[in-house]
């Protein structure tokens, strides 16, 4: 499983989600997880078409396939448990 997070600089729920992330990646060493701006990174969010519903959360499985797909601020909790549920996919 992979996790995308697309945020931006301007977003006040993408700044209270970076220490949160931080926090559950650093107590799951296994997840992969990739971080793209919202300004920025064009490709991928044409590739997923990403709102300004931001921050915005993808999970996918082992072959790219999204799984689900979370807007706005994710309690720590609710992270865990989404991502154990998701782990091997």
């Not at 915005?56 to 448990?81: T, W």
Request: glycine share 4%.
């Amino acid at each position: 499983m992979k996790v995308l997070k697309i945020g931006a600089i301007w977003c006040q729920g993408c700044l209270v989600m970076k220490p949160r992330w931080a926090e559950v990646e650093q107590e799951n060493p296994w997840l992969e997880t990739e971080m793209y701006d919202y300004d920025e990174d064009m490709e991928i969010i044409k590739k997923y078409n990403i709102s300004q519903e931001l921050p915005c959360c993808i999970f996918l499985d082992k072959k790219g396939n999204e799984l689900l797909r979370l807007h706005g601020e994710i309690e720590k909790e609710k992270l865990i448990v989404l991502i154990s549920e998701h782990k091997d996919k």
